[in-house]
């Protein structure tokens, strides 16, 4: 199973396929939710399934997810999975269904947006933020307690 194990092959994998849609759709997102920053990233990270295969050359949407988890974290890892199966009971209730409804609504607004979305490079300090824990949903942690 292939795995985005940094920041940097992450950048290098979108940046091998540019896509306008997927920086509306994560723009549209810091709008509407900019305290929810790893919703955002997971709208950056919506169609990231396209650019990952196995070594037979198959994707699926779990193997998406899953490449991406180490990195981001478990709720990225979801939200990309269900945003791709928006009807897949695992998405359950409450915040996470929210969430998710909240990911394909801005995916499916993002062709027609007529916004400034900017460029790739422009979510590198999120993405490192997310990766080393600093935007993780959870319990409130100390400054001074080692990531989860």
């Known amino acids: 199973?292939?795995?985005?194990?940094?920041v940097l092959e992450l950048m290098e994998l979108l940046r091998?396929?540019?896509d306008e849609r997927r920086l509306r759709t994560a723009a549209l997102l810091r709008r509407s939710h900019p305290f929810?920053?790893?919703?955002?990233?997971?709208?950056?990270?919506?169609?990231?399934?396209?650019?990952?295969?196995?070594?037979?050359?198959?994707?699926?949407?779990?193997?998406?997810?899953?490449?991406?988890r180490p990195l981001l974290g478990e709720r990225v890892a979801r939200l990309v999975r269900l945003s791709a199966a928006p009807f897949d009971t695992g998405a359950g209730a409450g915040a996470e269904a929210e969430a998710v409804a909240t990911l394909c609504?801005?995916?499916?607004?993002?062709?027609?947006?007529?916004?400034?979305?900017?460029?790739?490079?422009?979510?590198?300090?999120?993405?490192?933020?997310?990766?080393?824990?600093a935007c993780?949903?959870?319990?409130?942690?100390?400054a001074l307690d080692p990531p989860p």
Do not use: F
């Open 105 to 133: 609504h801005a995916r499916d607004s993002a062709g027609a947006a007529d916004l400034d979305a900017g460029v790739l490079e422009d979510w590198r300090p999120l993405l490192e933020l997310v990766a080393a824990g």
């Open 36 to 68: 929810d920053k790893e919703l955002q990233l997971a709208g950056l990270l919506h169609d990231i399934g396209r650019l990952l295969r196995l070594s037979d050359g198959t994707v699926t949407v779990g193997v998406a997810a899953e490449a991406v």
């Open 16 to 18: 091998g396929s540019p």
């Open 1 to 6: 199973m292939p795995y985005v194990t940094s």
């Open 136 to 142: 993780r949903v959870g319990p409130a942690r100390n």
